[in-house]
């Protein structure tokens, strides 16, 4: 059996997703940008998706921007939101996604911004006494803090981060990757100023995501080259992609309380089966339903023999599933959200996540394989 628990990295393309790309694919090959009638039925094509992707999320076609992807977006508001709105203060923690931190550790290093990183508990809850604290304490502040996590699936309360960003005048940049189309984003309501999205977590192609920029906030380009995206982002549109990207997101709408419902079972289910038949078996992050992505499991396993070999195991296997962030898959330096929550570094950490087309049986396949592992090793 091939097992695929890997979907917080990437996500299997939905056939319809793909049956609507490879439409395109075959009948509109003329430049958005040109204004001959193939060049406008492209055109047509790229504001269609973008008014499909507003209608979602409750907000007007103007402030949405399509990107190569998620770390695209998330540099752009970032660099973009603190250089244009003259900030010098920037606040996020230690466990998002190296597109943030590492950004904001380029600009703290440039001279830019003074760098504050608010502090989160062993399971990797924001803790918002200190975030008012670093509001309190200096000028208008830039804030980037994740929905959820990548790596343990902990989820941020981004309304109480929205409130206080306002109570404080300041800026709110939530990478929602993760959470995009698998819960509902009502920006009507949420108090952010940037939300990005990459469409492969979503059932979507590769190579294409979207930053979300509130009307209150004003920036200037990061890609220059043309006056694509209302001059927002110079280059020619990924028309196929973005195409792609707004019907993943109308399917992942359109199904989402089965698909949460559905995926949240796998998940609870593969937690019971793994406290009753592995010993010593912990989980990084929290699990419960409310506080957790139910796509995403983080299992600390017990000290083991070989442990460095526990993913290469699973892979002889068949099974694929990660040990951190894909971004960061082929380097020998631990998970940086493993260390930031105090994870033991003596027990293997092996994140499993799931999507809609996971099933028990590979459950049961995966928990039977880790099983026996974990005998063959203690």
């Known amino acids: 059996m091939r097992v695929y628990f ?9 056939p319809e997703v793909m049956k609507q790309m490879y439409k395109v694919m075959e009948s509109n090959y003329g430049n958005p940008s040109s204004i001959h009638g193939h060049g406008r039925e492209s055109r ?18 103007a402030e949405i921007f ?12 970032i660099r973009c939101g603190i250089t244009d709105n003259n900030i010098q203060h920037a606040i996020t923690s230690r466990l998002e996604h190296h597109a943030v931190i590492h950004t904001l550790e380029a600009m703290q290093r440039a001279g830019s911004i003074k760098l504050s990183f608010v502090d989160v508990d062993g399971k990797g809850n924001v803790d918002y006494r200190h ?7 200096n000028e208008r502040s830039f804030v980037s803090l994740m929905h ?8 941020t309360d981004i309304t109480v981060v929205g409130d206080l960003c306002e109570q404080y005048n300041a800026i709110f940049h939530c990478d929602t990757v993760q959470t995009m189309g698998h819960y509902a984003h009502d920006l009507s309501k949420l108090k952010m100023h940037f939300m990005v999205c990459a469409a492969h977590k979503l059932h979507g192609p590769k190579g294409v995501g979207f930053l979300h920029v509130n009307h209150r906030i004003k920036i ?20 196929y992609g973005i195409v792609g990207l707004a019907k993943a997101l109308e399917i992942a709408y359109a199904e989402m309380d089965q698909h949460q419902q559905y995926v949240q079972g796998l998940k609870t289910y593969m937690v019971d089966q793994l406290k009753e038949k592995v010993s010593g078996i912990d989980f990084n992050g929290e699990i ?14 017990p000290e083991m023999e070989m442990a460095d070999m526990l993913l290469f195991n ?65």
């Open 288 to 301: 419960a339903a409310d506080k957790s992505l139910y796509t995403v499991l983080n299992v600390s396993f």
């Open 314 to 378: 699973l892979d002889i296997a068949g099974i694929s599933a990660s040990g951190g962030s894909a971004c960061s898959s082929g380097s020998d330096i631990g998970s940086h959200v493993l260390t930031a929550i105090g994870a033991s570094p003596s027990r293997p950490s092996v994140r499993f996540s799931f999507s809609k087309y996971n099933t028990k049986e590979e459950v049961d396949y995966t928990v039977a394989k880790v099983r026996e592992l974990c005998l063959v090793n203690a």
């Open 148 to 155: 959820a996590n990548n790596e343990i699936g902990t989820i």
């Open 131 to 137: 975030l008012e604290t670093l509001l309190k304490d």
């Open 66 to 77: 399509f990107t190569s992807g998620g770390t695209e977006a998330d540099n752009t508001a």
């Open 44 to 61: 047509a094509l790229v504001e269609k998706a973008r008014k499909t992707v507003a209608n979602l999320l409750h907000t007007s076609p």
């Open 220 to 239: 200037r380009p990061m890609i220059y080259g043309g006056s694509q995206e209302r001059n927002m982002r110079g280059g020619t549109e990924n028309l």
């Open 6 to 14: 890997d979907n917080a990295a990437t996500t299997p393309l939905d």
